[in-house]
Structure formats: structure tokens, C-alpha cells
Nanobody, 119 residues
Framework: QVQLVESGGGLVQAGGSLRLSCAAS????????MGWFRQAPGKEREFVAQ??????????DYADFVKGRFTISRDNAKNTVYLQMNSLKPEDTAVYYC??????????WGQGTQVTVSS
């Protein structure tokens, strides 16, 4: 069982930056694909970014609406995945969820952290 705990959310003005962190329990963190999703009020949860499990190559993927603004990274020594968010827009306001999986499915989810971007 893996537990994921997000932190780093908050209130920021448009154009500002935040870095979200997701700390994972367990000793097999490096074998998990990790990702971030978000859910705005009245909307469905949507994919934001993912990073492959550790190996010879690290693969990242982003939703079109965050490309060039957000960066996902991981530190296996700290069992932590990050989401650096720059040039934030009011439409980025949402609860951001960390997730992880060993296959194509997302097996584990955090409780979420609120990000609010004011105009």
C-alpha cells in the first residue's frame, strides 16, 4: 500500500508560481509512474502531467493547457514528486491531486491540495 500526501497549494496572483510536492510512503517509489490531476468546481477531474518510473530514460507528458508553464519532476531519494507551476492563470484554480501507478492504471491517490489563482 502506498500513501500519497500533497503539499504546497495556496493562494497566488495571476502570473505567479507555486511548487506542489507529493510525498510517498513505501520503498518502491522509484518503480511507480507518478502524475498530477486537477479538479475545478463543477468540472471533472483532468490530467495535468505525468512522469515515468525511474529507468534509463525519464519520460514526461503534459496536458496541452500546461505545456511550457508546468514542470513535473521526481526525487527518488526523497520519495517525492513535484509540480512546478509558473505563469499561473485564474483557470488553473482547482484541487490538485497526486497519483501513482505501477502499470497503465492509477492505483493510488492523495487527498488533494487547493490551488487558487486570483486575477
Amino acid at each position: 500500500q502506498v500513501q500519497l500526501v500533497e503539499s504546497g497549494g495556496g493562494l497566488v496572483q495571476a502570473g505567479g508560481s507555486l511548487r506542489l510536492s507529493c510525498a510517498a510512503s513505501g520503498r518502491t517509489f522509484s518503480s511507480y509512474r507518478m502524475g498530477w490531476f486537477r479538479q475545478a468546481p463543477g468540472k471533472e477531474r483532468e490530467f495535468v502531467a505525468q512522469i515515468s518510473r525511474s529507468g534509463a530514460y525519464t519520460y514526461t507528458d503534459y496536458a496541452d493547457f500546461v505545456k511550457g508553464r508546468f514542470t513535473i519532476s521526481r526525487d527518488n531519494a526523497k520519495n517525492t514528486v513535484y509540480l512546478q507551476m509558473n505563469s499561473l492563470k485564474p483557470e488553473d484554480t482547482a484541487v490538485y491531486y497526486c497519483t501513482g501507478g505501477r502499470t497503465t492504471a492509477w492505483d493510488y491517490w492523495g487527498q488533494g491540495t487547493q490551488v487558487t489563482v486570483s486575477s
